[in-house]
Structures are given as structure tokens and as C-alpha cells.
């Protein structure tokens, strides 16, 4: 097949790589020169484990290129995948579809033969029709179908997610396109994945449904924590038993300081919206985003108790500000609500994250950065474990608490326990959900009877 993807983010950069892993022959089409130069040095622009050696292998296999230009993007294209951004609108929550809408109206005078055009891109229930009726309005002879192909791929696992996922899911008006996508896919069929072919707007749905889902998991067990830490009981062996109920599922239920990323607030948010256009508001929707929101200010409210009331003179060091491990977005991060709220109150910050300084830079203005979580926490009062990259699952405790001016721990991720931190020399530590302990002596949780 010959295929034409429309933007080289995180999504369509990885689809157009893994399509050409594929067998296929794979334009990657972007409007951002800079974008477009790296790639044809070979450099990939985000960081993504395993993408930059699977890409230089297809390019040199003569199957992948890179084109600021969509004409020659889509000669003799079988398929266009446009797989743009659909951010958060300004002002109402709604998704913006604006690079969506832009890419549609540059790809409609060049269809010249059956082409299906493909929105990889999370668009809103009705997006694709729009779609095809624009195509149809610019270029009424063309011959063409839509098709709604969500990505479900995780970021920091996105090769393997694209490779080896739970399902694919099309939504197709016609057979024939239906054909192109499975003849796409094919290559897949080996490891026997559920192909879900659907009607379009099911298929739209089902990508904004399992988003919520996901972030209404990870909102609900970040409640529990709370109420955990009231009663005196342990988040992460309350997940662990409800988690083992099949019914529930293990995943998801890692208790933190409030879901951030790239999909989950704008998607949650554009959901929402969907919902009370139609007059069939989705509540529990409505009140994830609220909680979600809440639980990233309880983290600023606790992180300030632990600095006895006020963040003014103290040094912290931040372990991690990318959204999660292994991957440079910063997208709605917590550390971009959690940050802020340390320098505004007169912190000196200090961070290290493995991946994210060249993002982080410009959207965390005012603090150092640091090579590692050692030379961050040197002299510091609190060390915040915001992102649980590997490096930081197995710290010398030792090493960094003797180096610190009050070695107090504030660990978001339960990455370590409140023994291992006074193993490791700590005077304070403070999980979510979990026991702690301030000044050397163990926090009580208030139990009426
Ligand atoms: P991104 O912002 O990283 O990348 C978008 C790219 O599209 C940019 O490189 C931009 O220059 C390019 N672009 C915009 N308009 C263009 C045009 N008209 N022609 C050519 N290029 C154009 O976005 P992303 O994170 O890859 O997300 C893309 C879509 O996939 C979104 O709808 C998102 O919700 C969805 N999605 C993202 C993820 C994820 O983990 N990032 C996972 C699943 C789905």
C-alpha cells in the first residue's frame, strides 16, 4: 500500500514509522520545516524509546520519506491518515479542530484517484462527515471515502503499543474502505488482534469513552488515597485488592498527584462538551475533570505543610516534570501546576528529569536544572518525586539525605515507603495514600468511633 500521513507528532510520526516497518510504502508529511529537515537527517524530534533506530531502518529500506509538500505527499496514495492535533479550544473546552479542518481543505483538490482518508487524529463524534462533506464541497469529483482509525498508543510505549495492540478500530461507511484499512493492518494479523469495524461514529466514541474511562480509574483510586490517608489505611494494598478482581483490573490504579498528558484533560474536557451539546451531559465525566484539578492543588496544600507552612527560602529539587517516564511531553503535566506553585511561594527549585529540560525549559521558567537527582537534592529541605522514571526507583537514600539541609521526601508516585526513607536517613516522608512520617515520628490518621 502506499500510504500519506498527515503530521509527524508523537502519533503520526510513530503510525508512518510502524507502517513502513510494515511493508508499505509511507510519506510523512509536515508543515513544520524544522521538523521536516530533522527527519530527513535522521533525528527524531520527541523522545521516544526504540523510534529513532526503527525509523533510520525503514528510511534506508527506502520506504519512508518526508515531504513539507502534500501533493507529492499523496501521489498515487491509497490512503491519507491525517493525524494532526486536536488540543484543548481556547475558552470552552471543546476540542480545536482547526489543523484537522486545515489539513482537510489542503488534501481535497488533490485526490485524483479512490483514495480513503483516514482521521487518526481524536476528533469529536461527527468530525469525519464534516470531513467528507468539505472534500466533497471543494473537490466534487473526487473519488473517496472517510474512515475513523483512532490510536490507542501510549506514549513511552508507543512502538510496541502500535505493533502489538489490544485492538485496532475502523469506522467505515463502505466496504472498499474497509478493505484498504485491513490490507494495512494485515501485517498484524499474525498475532491474531481484534480488528473492531464499526460504524464512524461508533468508532470516534470509542476512543473519547475509553480516555474517560482510563482517567476516571486513575481519578477514583487518587480519591481512595485520600480518604486512605484520613483512616489510616494503605492505597497501594487497596489497589492491589481490588485490582485483582478481573472484573476491575490492575492497571490504572496507581494512586498519584493527578492524571496530566496529552490526551487525558483535553479529551475528558472535549467529552464533556460533547455531552452537554447534546443535551445528554456525561456527570461523572464532568466531576473527574473537577477532582482531578482538586487532587493537583491538595498536592501544592501538602507539599507546603511539609515545608512547615510556607515554600518562602526553601530549596526543593524536583525528581521528574515530564507528564510520565519515558517520554519528553510536558502536556499538562502536574509539574507545571505543582512547579509554579513552589517559585510563586518563594521556593528555589531544582530539577532533574532524564528527558525533560528541553521541553521544560521555556514552560518552567526560574528553575535550575540539575544533571541528576543527586545534584539536585544537594542542600535542598524536600526532595518531590514527580515523575517515576527508572532512575529514580533506586536511589541511594543515603547519599542524597546526607547531602540535603532537612532531608524530607515527598514521594507522589509511592515509589518508595515511608521505612525506606527513614532507612535512608529521611526526617520526613509523605506518599499519597500511604503511611508517612513528619519530624522523625509516624503521621496519625484521625479515626472517630
Ligand atoms: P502533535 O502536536 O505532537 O503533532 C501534530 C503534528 O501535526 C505537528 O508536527 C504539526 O506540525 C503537524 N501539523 C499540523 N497541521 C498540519 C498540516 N495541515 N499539515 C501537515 N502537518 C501538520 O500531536 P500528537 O500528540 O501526535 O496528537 C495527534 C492526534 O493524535 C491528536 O488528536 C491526539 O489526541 C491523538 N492521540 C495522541 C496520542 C499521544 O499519546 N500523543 C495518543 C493517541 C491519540
Known amino acids: 500500500m502506499r500510504i500519506a500521513v498527515i503530521g509527524t507528532g508523537y502519533v503520526g510520526l510513530v503510525s ?56 507529492s ?24 479542530l482547526s489543523y484537522v479542518r486545515a489539513a482537510a481543505v489542503e488534501i481535497a483538490p488533490l485526490i485524483d ?54 485492538r485496532v478500530v475502523i469506522g467505515v461507511e463502505t466496504e472498499r474502505a474497509a478493505e484498504v ?62 485490582g485483582l478482581d478481573n472484573r476491575i483490573g490492575r492497571k490504572f490504579l496507581h494512586a498519584g ?17 460533547i455531552g452537554q451539546e447534546h443535551a445528554a451531559p456525561v456527570h461523572i465525566v464532568e466531576q473527574v475533570i473537577a477532582v482531578n484539578e482538586e487532587i493537583k492543588r491538595q498536592m501544592v496544600a501538602k507539599l507546603t505543610d511539609l515545608c512547615g507552612g510556607s515554600f518562602r527560602g526553601k530549596r526543593i529539587a524536583v525528581l521528574g516534570v515530564t507528564f510520565k517516564p519515558d517520554t519528553d511531553d510536558m502536556r499538562e503535566a502536574p509539574s507545571l501546576t505543582i512547579v509554579p506553585a513552589m517559585l510563586g ?31 539536585a537534592a544537594d542542600g535542598a529541605d524536600l526532595v518531590v518525586i514527580l515523575t517515576q522514571w527508572h532512575e529514580f526507583r533506586a536511589l541511594d537514600l543515603e547519599r542524597m539525605s546526607s ?19 527513614r532507612k535512608g536517613g529521611f526526617t520526613a516522608y509523605m506518599g499519597i495514600g500511604v503511611a508517612g512520617f513528619a519530624n522523625g515520628s509516624d503521621s496519625e490518621a484521625a479515626v472517630g468511633f
Open 345 to 375: 511561594g518563594g521556593a528555589e527549585v531544582r530539577v532533574a528529569d532524564p528527558q525533560g529540560r528541553r521541553e521544560g525549559e521555556e514552560l518552567l521558567p526560574g528553575v535550575a536544572w540539575c544533571k541528576d537527582a543527586y545534584e
Open 181 to 242: 484499512l485491513r490490507a494495512i493492518y494485515r501485517p498484524l494479523y499474525m498475532r491474531e488482534f481484534p480488528l473492531v469495524t464499526t460504524d464512524i461514529e461508533s468508532a470516534e466514541m470509542i476512543k473519547y469513552a475509553a480516555n474517560a474511562f482510563l482517567a476516571t480509574k486513575i481519578t477514583f483510586i487518587n480519591e481512595i488515597a485520600a480518604l486512605c490517608e484520613k483512616v489510616g489505611a494503605d492505597v497501594k494494598a487497596v489497589a492491589h485488592g481490588i
Open 257 to 273: 498527584p493527578g492524571y496530566g498528558g496529552s490526551c487525558f484533560p483535553k479529551d475528558t474536557r472535549a467529552l464533556a462538551r
Open 113 to 166: 484517484s479512490y483514495t480513503v482518508i483516514v482521521t487518526k487524529s481524536t476528533v469529536p463524534v461527527g468530525t469525519n462527515r464534516k470531513i467528507r462533506d468539505l472534500i466533497r464541497q471543494t473537490n466534487p469529483g473526487a473519488e473517496f471515502d472517510v474512515a475513523s482509525n483512532p490510536e490507542f498508543l501510549r506514549e513511552g510505549a508507543a512502538i510496541d503499543d502500535f505493533m502489538l495492540p489490544d
Open 403 to 421: 547531602a540535603m539541609r532537612t532531608p524530607q521526601m515527598a514521594d507522589l508516585r509511592n515509589i518508595y515507603t515511608a521505612e525506606d526513607a
Open 73 to 96: 505527499g499523496m501521489k498515487d496514495a491509497d490512503a491519507v491518515f491525517i493525524a494532526v492535533g486536536t488540543p484543548t479550544r481556547r475558552g470552552d473546552g471543546h476540542a480545536d
Open 16 to 71: 508512518g514509522v510502524c507502517f513502513s516497518d510494515f511493508g508499505h510504502d509511507v510519506v510523512c508529511v509536515d508543515k513544520d520545516p524544522d521538523k521536516v529537515a530533522a527527519l530527513r537527517e535522521g533525528l527524531v524530534p520527541i523522545y521516544e524509546p526504540g523510534l529513532s533506530d526503527l525509523m533510520v531502518r525503514n528510511v534506508t529500506a527506502g520506504r519512508l520519506t518526508f515531504t513539507q509538500d502534500l501533493a
